[in-house]
């Protein structure tokens, strides 16, 4: 499997991207409609990256049919251009069944998976070097 992300311009500032299984995503700045801009799609790689590791051990716990939902929240620095903290919220629907301890150990479990399994949250935590290249196509 190429783990290469391709992306091409569609107009000023906008484009598309796309892996090798055949989805794509719109890119933009805010005020184009059907585009997410680039930090809302890191926002959402943060979300997405949690609730997936979070999934196994809510899911064993609550049962496999799990409502399983998130928001989350980037706080922009304008002076700095960059994204100060961002904040991810789950909410796990169908585990009235569990009392307090039983919940208290599903958020312990489901926040070590995140912690141990959260690869964007990990790189997020502890900077990504990268680089640039700009060549003749």
């Known amino acids: 499997m190429d783990p290469t992300l391709r992306l091409r311009r569609t107009g000023t500032r906008q484009g598309v991207a796309g892996n090798g299984r055949g989805a794509t995503v719109r890119f933009g700045p805010a005020d184009v409609d059907g585009a997410f801009t680039p930090g809302e799609l890191l926002a959402v790689a943060l979300a997405a990256c949690n609730l997936m590791s979070a999934d196994f051990p809510i899911a064993r716990r609550v049962g496999e049919h799990v409502e399983l939902t998130g928001e989350v929240t980037a706080v922009k620095d304008a002076a700095t251009n960059r994204y100060a903290e961002a904040s991810v919220r789950l909410a796990v629907g169908g ?32 900077d990504l070097p990268h680089s640039l290249t700009i060549e003749r196509s």
């Open 95 to 126: 585990a009235d069944h569990l009392d307090e301890q039983a919940w208290q150990e599903l958020v312990a479990a489901a926040a070590r998976a995140v912690d141990r399994a959260c690869t964007v949250g990990r790189t997020v935590e502890h």
